[in-house]
């Protein structure tokens, strides 16, 4: 259960466009307590049993590129919808990972597990949720059991091998799951959907956000301004 107070208060913290809200949070009592900006959750180890969250009607990434498989959906529709769904995860992305001003002492915070199963489409909106594995960046280091937590067809390379996740994991992540949209009939081909070669339908940028080298990966803001213009 501190597992869960955590999610949901790093899930506010990161508040903002694309980022799924918390409403609220319920303790082992059965107490209710609800939250904004004049009523943040605390930074303070709570217990919690439950984490409200508005409804979001739309589908997951997940459901949609299923979709695709399973032919009813076509590769073109999820293709051109694809750069909108980049430009609003990126978005997103950059308010977990880089705060435009320091909140509550903390810098920015690595999501850590951006897949398809947590990124909702609705009505050409983007939302980013699940919060559960999220870190702040002053966080200690992960114990090397705790590192391949989450998907592990979306980790990172470097995490793979046994180093810390960054804020460069993180796009790497958010890169491949965009990937997936401008090509969906790559979703299940995990070793094709890294690969760096260029191609027609795949901008340039999420290419570079993919390279093995976490050091050689533009940084998430850089991303978005990028598929922006």
Known sequence: RHTLYREA???HLARGPGIVPVLGVSSRSGEEARHGESSPISEEAGSCRSIERPFIPGLSLREILNAVKSGER???EVRGAAL???????SALGQVNEFPFPRRGHRGVIHRDVTPDNV???DGEIWLHDFGLARTLEDPPLADDELLQGSPHFLAPEVVAGRQHSLASDVFQAALVCRLCFEPELWGDHGAARSTA?????????LESLASDPRRRPPVNYVFTVLSN
Do not use: C, E, N
Not at 84 to 90: E, P, Q, T, Y
Not at 198 to 206: E, G, N, Y
């Open 84 to 90: 909108g769904i980049a430009r609003g995860l990126f």
């Open 74 to 76: 076509s590769i073109d």
């Open 9 to 11: 208060y790093l899930q």
């Open 198 to 206: 260029k191609t027609p339908h795949v901008p340039p940028i999420l």
């Open 120 to 122: 909702l489409v609705d």
